[in-house]
């Protein structure tokens, strides 16, 4: 009977080690279980990609219409003010309507925006003064998306898989910065500029596609009753984030916002020893930004463990 129970004990063991890979690998993308966040999150990697394409050409257009880098740090001001300024704003009004629907709304203004700006290009009319409106306006639009669009994950997935889905987020976000600057950098050193705007405005039509297909009965809404005073609720948001010990570890997250120049002066395509009217620079663009954000792909298994 001792020898039966060893030899069970032995099994047991051995069963136990060739589960474990199996379990790991499925908590790891556990959130892809969820057929909505499958379908945006698809959707998300193909779309990110696209817009790091546009910003790469939208810097590298800027330049050759001023050949100046004061000038494209004001267009990406333009383009990351209004974040900074309405982005409260936008998580307010992501609680209080659908989060698919704006989502949508949000989504068809940026392609229309990037048709926009690739049109100007393709007809050879584009003037700065269309780059400094454009960039406003998809600032504007981006202050109201990306709030409703990472809150609309917890609704897609729960509280349960939401760690794993941030992870998996953060990785094709990352893997964008350097997917897209590459590609971005290849086609203006073949056809220029203006295939990127195209390029990115198509690239929202999976998006588009994806919040159409989500099966709205599998969200999980969490209603929120409108508060009497919406200006003291809006308030408070700031005063909690300063507060709270968590949230105040991560203002180092505003950091970016003071470090423009110091990225400026980084870029391929702003350094003046590749000089702007060689367009062999447009191949060296891809290297920019890759050795730093190779770490960050480890943070979909780091998160589960």
Known sequence: MQLLTKNQQELEITH?????????????FSALRHRNFRLFWSGQLIS???????????????????????????????????????????????????????????????????ATLWLLVFTGVVQLWH???????????????????????????????????????SSIFNMARIIGPGIAGLLIAWLGEGPLFLLNAVSFIPVIISLFMIHEHELRVHHVAKAARDIEEFARGPILCCAHPCCAADHRDCWPCFAVWHQLQRHPATDRRWRLENRSAGLRIPLFGVRPRLATFGAVAGLEE
């Not at 136990?16 to 790891?28: C, D, F, L, M």
């Not at 307010?92 to 949000?106: G, S």
């Open 16 to 28: 136990n080690e060739h589960e474990q890979p199996t379990h790991a690998h499925s908590r790891v």
């Open 48 to 114: 990110l990609i696209g817009t790091w394409m546009q910003t790469t050409g939208q810097s590298w257009l800027v330049l050759q219409l001023t050949h100046s880098a004061w000038i494209l740090g004001i267009v990406g001001a333009l383009q990351f003010l209004p974040m900074l300024l309405f982005s409260l704003f936008g998580g307010v009004i992501a609680d209080r309507l659908p989060k698919r629907r704006m989502l949508l709304v949000t989504q068809l203004a940026s392609l229309l925006l990037a």
């Open 131 to 169: 780059v400094f409106i454009l960039a406003t306006l998809l600032g504007i639009t981006n202050a109201f998306d990306m709030p409703t669009r990472q809150s609309f994950v917890v609704e897609m997935v729960g509280r349960e898989d939401l760690p794993n889905a941030v992870a998996l987020n």
